[in-house]
């Protein structure tokens, strides 16, 4: 018989139960000296940007509602593990909180009963936002017919480039429509500056190390990891066919430089884009306002197309990233935590300005003809780069969750690794990954099974 308590089907993955036992004790001392106060909200969440937006308006939020005490606390990196502990312990949870898109799979597995956020399509309905939230934007944040959270952003995608040095070697890129077009420029910008017989050009830079950039073409084409079922299609032809073209990137076209540093926002990666060395991105929405942050002295060099497409006439962008916000089963007054939620979410003046700090679309619909989305960006030389956001929002490809996608993507990064770097095969490496992920997915679901047959 299975122990319903092995470690490897453990819900937090392979992390040690002591870690669970630690941010329980931690959590009950929290919420012991924190107690609530009647008319309050506890709020978490991970990420400095959101953190200043919601502080910043929270005095707007309280003349609205002059008695509600509203608690924003920004946990960082660790907020996720701290939620998951309070959500299986069923204690110290928040009332409300914000989960990353690739974190959101841990908080879905066991029996519906289990899952510790609330169903919020009964919410969406009866207060008529279904029809003004963009439709592929729930994918991540539903399962099993349910939505567990409300989409924060969209995050299309757009290729970033030097139009400066493109310029200059005698390419426009806004007549580059496919992907094969894009390679046969890149070969002739991608080259050997300083003459010492090593490229130090390259066309565009990718991640040969985590899913990011291949995730990218993947939903592009219409696949991903999992289907809308749930079921495991990353063992699929579109899944094989898109990582060898991938590869091809590095290996046979010799267009591609790996990610400077750990991601494309490292300090090391800005330096090599000032030195000239990266003349393109595959860059969301959010990744434009960090670009406009940390490099302010490239203003003017950089514009933006739709991301190139597989055919003619195909899909020309993708998504990455995302977060949502959703109400915990701990929540003592949802009512008010909803309308906390349709203030940071829904409010269009909040949105506008969420738009010029970070670049962020929002998915709401009636938002997307606001002025400020619309308007000419002197960074990128007075694109209207929103315009351009929002043009691609149809595009938007669907996002399928599984609760098993933090354990599939630590899995898919090795699996880039390995074929982009060491040479094997894409077919053979994506048939094992998806053998490896329905083991544990099976063996996760024997368990649940043995639980509800012995409670």
Same mark, same amino acid.
Not at 38 to 57: G, K, P, V
Not at 116 to 144: A, K, Q, V
């Given at each position: 018989?299975?122990n ?20 329980m ?33 929270l005095? !707007? ?10 608690e ?24 409300? %909180?914000?989960? +990353?898109?690739?974190s959101?799979? @841990?908080?879905?597995?066991? $029996?519906?009963?289990?899952? =510790?956020?609330m169903?919020?399509?009964? !919410?969406?309905?009866?207060?008529g936002?279904?029809h003004?939230?963009?439709?592929? @934007? ?10 567990y959270?409300?989409?924060h ?21 806004t ?12 070969? +002739? ?5 300083d ?8 066309a ?11 995730f ?15 079921? %495991?299609v ?20 010799k ?33 434009v306002?960090?670009l ?28 990455r ?6 109400i ?19 409010n ?5 300005? @969420?738009f ?24 990128? =030389? ?24 933090? +354990? $599939? ?20 490496? !994506?048939?094992?990954?998806? $053998? ?5 997915i ?12 012995n409670p």
């Amino acid at each position: 018989m299975l122990n319903p308590f092995d470690r490897d089907s453990f819900p937090i993955g392979k992390a040690p139960i002591a870690m669970l036992i630690l941010f329980m004790i931690s959590s009950i001392l929290l919420l012991i000296s924190n107690k609530k106060k009647d008319n309050s909200l506890e709020f978490w969440i991970f990420a400095n940007t959101h953190y200043d937006e919601y502080q910043a308006r929270l005095p !707007l939020f309280n003349q609205l509602y002059p008695d509600v005490n509203v608690e924003l606390i920004n946990f960082g990196g660790t907020m996720h593990d701290k939620l998951l502990t309070a959500l299986l312990s069923n204690f110290g949870a928040p009332d409300i %909180v914000e989960v +990353e898109i690739t974190s959101i799979g @841990r908080f879905l597995k066991g $029996a519906i009963e289990e899952i =510790g956020f609330m169903d919020l399509r009964p !919410l969406l309905e009866n207060e008529g936002w279904m029809h003004d939230l963009i439709p592929n @934007r729930f994918t991540p944040w539903s399962y099993n017919g349910r939505i567990y959270g409300i989409p924060h952003d969209l995050h299309p995608v757009v290729l970033l480039y030097r139009d400066d040095i493109f310029k200059t070697a005698g390419f426009d890129l806004t007549k580059i429509n496919t992907w094969d077009e894009f390679i046969n420029v890149g070969k +002739e910008v991608t080259r050997d500056t300083d003459g010492d017989g090593n490229i130090d050009q390259f066309a565009i830079v990718l991640d040969n190390k985590t899913e990011s950039d291949y995730f990218n073409f993947l939903l592009q084409r219409g696949g991903g990891f999992f289907d809308e079922n749930g079921n %495991v299609v990353i063992d699929s032809d579109i899944a094989i066919d898109t990582l060898e073209f991938y590869s091809s990137l590095f290996n046979e076209h010799k267009i591609a430089t790996p990610v400077y540093g750990t991601w494309h926002g490292h300090p090391s990666n800005f330096a090599a884009m000032q030195d000239g060395k990266i003349l393109s991105i595959l860059a969301p929405d959010w990744y434009v306002g960090i670009l406009k942050s940390q490099v302010p002295q490239m203003a003017g060099k950089w514009k933006a197309i739709p991301m190139p497409s597989w055919e003619e006439g195909g899909r020309r962008t993708t998504t990455r990233g995302g977060t949502m916000i959703g109400i915990t089963k701990q929540c003592e007054n949802p009512d008010l935590a909803w309308k906390l939620i349709e203030f940071t979410y829904f409010n269009k003046e909040g949105l506008a300005n @969420r738009f010029e700090t970070t670049m962020i679309i929002p998915p709401i619909k009636s938002a997307l003809d606001l002025p400020i989305f619309h308007e000419p960006d002197e960074y990128l =030389g007075g694109q209207r780069i929103g315009k351009l956001f929002i043009d691609l929002v149809p595009d938007i490809p669907p996002r399928y969750q599984n609760p098993y996608w933090s +354990e $599939a993507s630590d899995l898919l990064n090795n699996t880039i690794f390995e074929v982009v770097t060491e040479n094997k095969s894409s077919r053979t490496a !994506l048939i094992d990954l998806a $053998a490896t992920v329905r083991i544990i997915i099976s063996k996760d679901q024997m368990r649940w099974s043995i639980k509800e047959k012995n409670p």
